[in-house]
């Protein structure tokens, strides 16, 4: 049977769901393309970098999922972050950029240390506190975080990683994000 109404099937379907929904659904797997083409880059770059010791320089792209606040839909989350290594490597200064799908959608502007256990093993505990800006549609303000992972490298330059972290704003938890990520390090050691 055809619909000649708009009473039914799935083009109807498509109409009806709100312009924000049509755009996630039409660019998230551009994005996660464009974020996997990203990382593959990223891997070729670092394996190719000779070093002599972890450079003290981090760029690193992750993504993952997100929850904004408690009973609300999750949704995914793409972020980058630059560092620097601070004297040894245990402690490194970030600055990320995030944005996130879950609920209406959010950006992060973040700033904040990372500590990291043993700076130059291969494998590694890591811990992070951020604070920053988080804008979304019932808020735009403070924001802070505190998250722990595990950091893996197989090269001085390249490490991957693994974090969980719980955030809050405006007197709400979250955001809330499980994230796998990149990391390349580079320029001086």
């Known amino acids: 049977m055809i619909d000649a109404g708009g009473g039914g099937g799935r083009a109807a379907h498509h109409r009806e769901l709100p ?30 970098l000779e070093a002599q010791g972890t450079p003290k320089w981090r760029l690193r792209l992750e993504g993952g999922q997100t929850e904004i606040h408690r009973g609300t839909a999750a949704g995914g989350i793409l972020g980058a972050v630059f560092g620097r290594a601070i004297g040894e490597g245990h402690v490194q200064i970030e600055l990320g950029l995030a944005a996130g799908s879950a609920d209406e959608g959010f950006l992060a502007l973040t700033a904040g240390p990372e500590l990291r256990l043993f700076p130059h093993g291969r494998i590694t505990p890591i811990g992070t506190v951020q604070v920053g800006l988080l804008a979304e549609a019932e808020y735009v303000g403070a924001g802070a975080s505190v998250g722990a992972g595990l950091l893996v490298r197989p090269t001085p330059a390249l490490a991957f990683r693994g974090a969980v972290t719980r955030g809050t704003h405006g007197g709400q938890r979250g955001p809330h994000a499980i994230v796998l990520g990149v990391e390349v390090s580079f320029g001086d050691r």
């Not at 996630?24 to 070729?44: D, N, S």
């Open 19 to 48: 312009l924000r929904s049509q755009v996630v659904k039409r660019t998230g797997l551009r994005a996660r393309e464009h974020v996997l083409l990203l990382i593959l880059g990223l891997t070729a770059t670092a394996v190719g």
